[in-house]
């Protein structure tokens, strides 16, 4: 009877170690499950980190690109106001060279042409353009229009303006300095006329009413002879 006893206690050890073993195996296989779901976490987690390292490099990247074009478009910005600099410069050479051009291709006014066509004799304008340059006055053309305006209303030529000028030493020419002169010229008893008086004048000046050697005055010669 001991004896069963003895057989029912060793069969129920034995039952008890076997589930125990089993327990042991499963917990053993919970375990690998753990380590191996450890081991996936860890996988993850180390993808993670290498996403988000590759994220930074690529910010970083990004930032140096930025920061890469912002300092191009000061580069640009300069250099646009440069060429913007250049190109108001060139068109100041180009208007500077054009003014000139025209300048150069604008005809000369020539006075001694101008008072020939407005009916002065070429000897009266060169005498008259001479005596302007000996009295430091420009010979132009706005110069002889206003001559031209004051002798009209003196009711003289042109002319006879230019010659009055030439004889009195006048840079110019005004109808109130002739008033007077007008007055005493039509009152003169010469006989000889203003006109007349003033062209003898401007021709003794100019040495061209000097007399020959064969036209000297025979008056004198005639009474030594009687």
């Known amino acids: 009877m001991r004896r069963d006893l003895l057989q029912g206690q060793m069969e129920e050890s034995a039952a008890t170690l076997r589930d125990l073993r089993q327990r042991q195996s499963e917990a053993e296989s919970q375990v690998i499950s753990a380590d191996a779901a450890l081991a996936e976490v860890d996988d993850q987690l180390r993808e993670v980190e290498r996403r988000r390292s590759d994220l930074r490099s690529r910010i970083a990247s990004l930032d140096s690109t930025v920061r890469h074009q912002a300092s191009r478009e000061e580069e640009l910005k300069s250099d646009l106001q440069r060429l913007v600099r250049q190109q108001g410069l060139m068109k100041n050479r180009v208007t500077e060279a054009e003014a000139e051009e025209n300048t150069k291709r604008a005809p000369r006014f020539d006075p001694k042409k101008y008072l020939v066509e407005l009916g002065v004799s070429p000897d009266l304008a060169a005498d008259w353009i001479e005596h302007r340059k000996s009295v430091k006055a420009k010979p132009s053309k706005t110069a002889i229009e ?63 009413n000097k007399p020959n050697e064969s036209e000297r005055d025979i008056t004198g010669e005639a009474r030594r002879v009687a």
């Open 146 to 208: 206003g001559i031209a305006k004051e002798a009209e209303k003196a009711q003289m030529s042109l002319s006879d303006a230019l010659r009055e000028s030439c004889s009195r030493g006048w840079r110019g020419f005004k109808a109130e300095w002739m008033e007077n002169k007008t007055q005493n010229a039509r009152a003169s008893p010469s006989g000889q006329s203003w006109h007349d008086r003033q062209a003898e004048t401007i021709a003794i000046l100019t040495g061209r």
